[in-house]
C-alpha cells in the first residue's frame, strides 16, 4: 500500500528496468513504496527506474534515490496462460504487468522495460517499511527514514545499516508513526499498520 495524503508530485514518463526473471507467475518484481533510482546507463537515454540490490556499489549522484514507486511491478503469466494475458483482478488494478521479453532463439529470458509511476515529495500512507529489531523498535514522528536494500525491496527503515553501498542519504520523514507491536505485526504480514511519511526525494 501507498496512498498519497497530501499534494505531491508524481511522475508518470518512467519505465521500470527489464530483467532476467524469466518464470511468469505473477510474481511480484517490486513493491509499491520501494525507492528507486535512475538508471545511468540506460540505451536511449530513456527514464529507466530500478531498485538497489545487495552485493552491487552505486555512485553519487549519479545512482542518488530519485523517488518511490506508485505501483506494484509484477512479472506476466507467460508460464501458465499466453503472452499478453491478464487475470480479471488485474483489470481496473493499478499493477503494473511486465511482458516477457525472448532471446535470440525464442525463448523467454526475462521481463521486458515496463511503464511505471515515480512519487516525489508530498505526505503517503506505506506499510513498506522495516525497522533495525522488530519486537521493540518504534516508528516515531520526526524519524528519518533510510533505504534498506534488505531481500532487494528497498523497504524505508528507521535504521541507516542496510544502506546500499555508496548511497548515504535519508529519503523520507516519519509524520505519523506506529508502536513495536505494531511495526512486529506488519513486518509479520499479519496485520498491516500504515504509518505516514513526508518523501524527502
Given at each position: 500500500?501507498?496512498?498519497?495524503?497530501?499534494?505531491?508530485?508524481?511522475?508518470?514518463?518512467?519505465?521500470?528496468?527489464?530483467?532476467?526473471?524469466s518464470?511468469?507467475?505473477?510474481?511480484?518484481?517490486?513493491?509499491?513504496?520501494?525507492?528507486?533510482?535512475?538508471?545511468?546507463?540506460?540505451?536511449?537515454?530513456?527514464?529507466?527506474?530500478?531498485?538497489?540490490?545487495?552485493?552491487?556499489?552505486?555512485?553519487s549522484?549519479?545512482?542518488?534515490?530519485?523517488?518511490?514507486?506508485?505501483?506494484?511491478?509484477?512479472?506476466?503469466?507467460?508460464?501458465?496462460?499466453?503472452s499478453?494475458?491478464?487475470?480479471?483482478?488485474?483489470?481496473?488494478?493499478?499493477?503494473?504487468?511486465?511482458?516477457?521479453?525472448?532471446?535470440?532463439?525464442?525463448?523467454?529470458?526475462?521481463?521486458?522495460?515496463?511503464?511505471?509511476?515515480?512519487?516525489?515529495?508530498?505526505?503517503w500512507?506505506?506499510?513498506?517499511?522495516?525497522?533495525?529489531?522488530?519486537?521493540t523498535?518504534?516508528?516515531?514522528?520526526?524519524?528519518?527514514?533510510?533505504?534498506?536494500?534488505?531481500?532487494?525491496?528497498?523497504?524505508?527503515?528507521?535504521?541507516?545499516?542496510?544502506?546500499?553501498?555508496?548511497?548515504?542519504?535519508?529519503?523520507?520523514?516519519?509524520?505519523?508513526?506506529?508502536s513495536?507491536?505494531?511495526?512486529?505485526?506488519?513486518?509479520?504480514?499479519?496485520?498491516?499498520?500504515?504509518?505516514?511519511?513526508?518523501?524527502?526525494?
Amino acid at each position: 500500500m501507498f496512498i498519497p495524503r497530501h499534494p505531491v508530485v508524481e511522475n508518470q514518463f518512467c519505465q521500470f528496468n527489464e530483467t532476467s526473471t524469466s518464470t511468469g507467475v505473477g510474481a511480484v518484481l517490486a513493491y509499491a513504496g520501494a525507492v528507486c533510482y535512475l538508471v545511468n546507463a540506460a540505451a536511449n537515454q530513456d527514464a529507466i527506474v530500478d531498485l538497489y540490490t545487495a552485493g552491487d556499489t552505486y555512485t553519487s549522484p549519479e545512482n542518488s534515490p530519485f523517488g518511490f514507486l506508485m505501483q506494484k511491478v509484477k512479472a506476466g503469466y507467460h508460464q501458465v496462460h499466453p503472452s499478453g494475458f491478464y487475470m480479471p483482478g488485474d483489470l481496473g488494478s493499478s499493477d503494473v504487468i511486465a511482458q516477457p521479453k525472448y532471446n535470440a532463439s525464442g525463448q523467454i529470458n526475462g521481463t521486458k522495460f515496463a511503464p511505471v509511476g515515480v512519487a516525489h515529495l508530498g505526505i503517503w500512507d506505506t506499510v513498506h517499511y522495516t525497522v533495525a529489531t522488530k519486537g521493540t523498535d518504534i516508528m516515531k514522528p520526526g524519524d528519518h527514514l533510510y533505504i534498506d536494500k534488505t531481500g532487494g525491496y528497498c523497504k524505508v527503515s528507521n535504521s541507516s545499516a542496510n544502506q546500499p553501498d555508496g548511497v548515504n542519504t535519508s529519503v523520507a520523514k516519519v509524520v505519523k508513526g506506529a508502536s513495536a507491536a505494531q511495526v512486529e505485526a506488519n513486518i509479520d504480514n499479519t496485520t498491516l499498520y500504515p504509518i505516514r511519511i513526508k518523501l524527502l526525494v
